[in-house]
């Protein structure tokens, strides 16, 4: 079977990757001030941390539904199968969207919810790109990434509770009492959802436990698999991500790892600054 590979840019993964993988992209919308704009096509991490800096009312949105099924039509003309890669359930309401509309399609769209959502997500493509040319048909890649939905991992620390206040996930006295005493949350991702790991004094404690914490994972949870390790980081300052990845690599000697510019609709809560680590499997 020919089967085609469809994700959105909450994967991490951008329309130059894309093209080289050999995938199909939707840009997640946004609204700013009111205004709808696209991920990587009129709204770049430049434009987009300029404005959250300076106070714009900014939130995250859905694709239309004719965006996508318009897409995977075009593509069963000439594929047999489409599978289609949501972030995860847990932090969005665009997987469920994408499953009710798949029943249109007489089982030839499959929608994969393995619980991921940027590197982690991105992670699962390639993964069903392997799968796929190993001869596994749509439905088996999908029963299999489904099946290891576990296996990856996620911590971000947070460099300012600003956002995650506005969005009500932190009280407006704990984001001050934070900042008065330099307090800096790490957050996890697991099982789909976003909850606090650990609350430390100051982003060098923040780093140090995002490094503990993934390789307490890799020792443990992860134990015998083969894990690919990421570094991440929000902002439009690629020097700030290219240090903490060569910070990363010095603690993972034996791992080749990879930076990512954290997706949009992370950084809408998350704001600037922020640094994360990850892992998940590889086949």
């Known amino acids: 079977m020919k089967t085609a590979i469809v994700t959105d840019t909450n994967s991490g993964i951008t329309a130059q990757m894309a093209r080289e993988m050999g995938i199909y992209l939707i840009p997640m919308p946004f609204f700013i001030d009111g205004s709808?704009?696209?991920e990587g096509e009129t709204c770049t991490p430049d434009f987009f941390f300029r404005h959250l800096k300076a106070k714009a009312e900014v939130s995250t949105s859905q694709p239309s539904p004719e965006?996508?099924?318009?897409?995977?039509?075009?593509l069963l003309e000439t594929h047999d199968a489409v599978l289609h890669f949501?972030?995860?359930a847990g932090l969005s309401g665009s997987c469920e969207t994408a499953k009710a509309l798949a029943q249109e399609f007489d089982g030839r769209v499959l929608v994969v919810d393995d619980h991921r959502i940027s590197v982690t997500l991105a992670q699962s493509i390639r993964n069903?790109?392997?799968?796929?040319?190993q001869g596994k048909t749509?439905?088996?890649v999908r029963g299999?990434?489904?099946?290891e939905k576990d296996a990856s991992s996620i911590y971000i620390a947070v460099n300012t509770l600003e956002y995650l206040k506005?969005?009500?996930?932190?009280?407006a006295a704990g984001a001050a009492m934070a900042a008065v005493l330099h307090i800096k949350p790490v957050l996890q991702i697991q099982g789909g959802k976003l909850d606090a790991y650990k609350k430390v004094r100051g982003m060098l404690q923040a780093k140090k436990t995002l490094l503990d914490a993934l390789r307490h994972d890799l020792a443990t949870r992860f134990a015998g698999m083969k894990m690919a390790v990421f570094s991440g980081y929000s902002g439009a300052d690629p020097d700030l991500g290219k240090a903490?990845?060569?910070?990363v690599q010095a603690a993972f000697p034996d791992q080749l790892v990879e930076l990512i510019s954290l997706p949009l609709s992370i950084c809408c809560h998350i704001g600037d600054g922020a640094l994360g680590v990850a892992c998940a499997k590889v086949w």
């Open 128 to 133: 069903a790109l392997t799968l796929l040319a």
């Open 144 to 147: 299999i990434l489904e099946a």
């Open 36 to 38: 709808t704009y696209y």
């Open 86 to 88: 949501p972030m995860t």
């Open 138 to 140: 749509a439905q088996e």
């Open 244 to 247: 903490w990845q060569r910070e």
């Open 67 to 74: 965006v996508i099924t318009s897409l995977w039509a075009s």
């Open 166 to 171: 506005k969005s009500g996930r932190v009280t």
